[in-house]
């Protein structure tokens, strides 16, 4: 399974030919555009299924499959309150849940960014026991801890270790939270302001299978987005 998670900044139907060398099964794309805006593009040829989340057209979360080696339906258990922290069923060659975030700022800080993952991972804790793929724009680091929120970053990844579900950035390039080498973030896009905010984790039994994963560069992406994306390949 190739899976590619990017925050498109924004009008994907555009960047989609971009990340189509990957050869993805799914991709997790914040800032995606509703499929209503797509219908003047011939891209959308290229897209099997489409699930999509936001109250702006512009502006969502989209989770898309690029060939029918899988089937992603919403999960039962979908809060909206949790809107952009979305339960998934992914079936097909391999079988697991899959959650897509997008974390974002709130009206209320404490429960912005990282927080709104601690408060939706620990709502969803019975999903984890299974399979699972968590990806998306975190838009949280190790580095943030010190600013105060109702869970950290540390404290969402000892959350998900305790389930056996890790980052598997960390795992394949053996770096530890906060140190990271390969940015996925240049604030305002300024090569001097990496940040490492993109995230895929999975479960051990996943992650036991993971063959490799690519960073996207400042070169090659920076002209597209902000954001790199990050592609992850687990084998069967």
Not at 22 to 38: Q, T
Not at 59 to 86: A, E, M, V, W
Not at 114 to 141: E, M
Not at 179 to 192: A, C, G, L
Request: hydrophobic letters at 35%.
């Amino acid at each position: 399974m190739k899976l590619v998670t990017w925050n498109a900044a924004m009008r994907f139907r555009d960047k989609i030919e971009e990340i189509l060398p990957f050869s993805a099964d799914i991709l997790v794309i914040p800032e995606c555009e509703a499929p209503e805006k797509w219908r003047k593009s011939n891209k959308i040829q290229s897209i099997n299924q489409f699930l999509w989340f936001g109250d702006n057209p512009n502006k969502g979360i989209g989770i898309i499959t690029l060939n029918n080696n899988y089937q992603i339906d919403i999960h039962p258990s979908y809060n909206k309150d949790f809107r952009y922290i979305i339960p998934l069923i992914v079936s097909g060659d391999q079988n697991f849940n899959l959650f897509a975030i997008w974390a974002q700022n709130t009206n209320k800080k404490y429960y912005s960014y990282i927080g709104q993952i601690y408060l939706a991972l620990n709502h969803y804790k019975s999903l984890l026991n299974d399979p699972c793929i968590i990806a998306g724009d975190w838009n949280s680091n190790k580095i943030f801890d010190y600013i105060k929120r109702i869970g950290t970053h540390s404290e969402v990844v000892e959350l998900l270790k305790s389930f056996g579900i890790m980052s598997a950035y960390h795992t394949y390039f053996n770096e530890e939270h906060g140190e990271e080498t390969k940015p996925t973030h240049y604030f305002r896009k300024d090569k001097d302001r990496p940040f490492h905010i993109d995230y895929v984790f999975a479960s051990e039994t996943l992650l036991k299978q993971l063959s490799f994963i690519e960073v996207g560069s400042f070169e090659e992406w920076i002209k597209l987005s902000d954001h790199t994306p990050i592609y992850v390949e687990i084998k069967k």
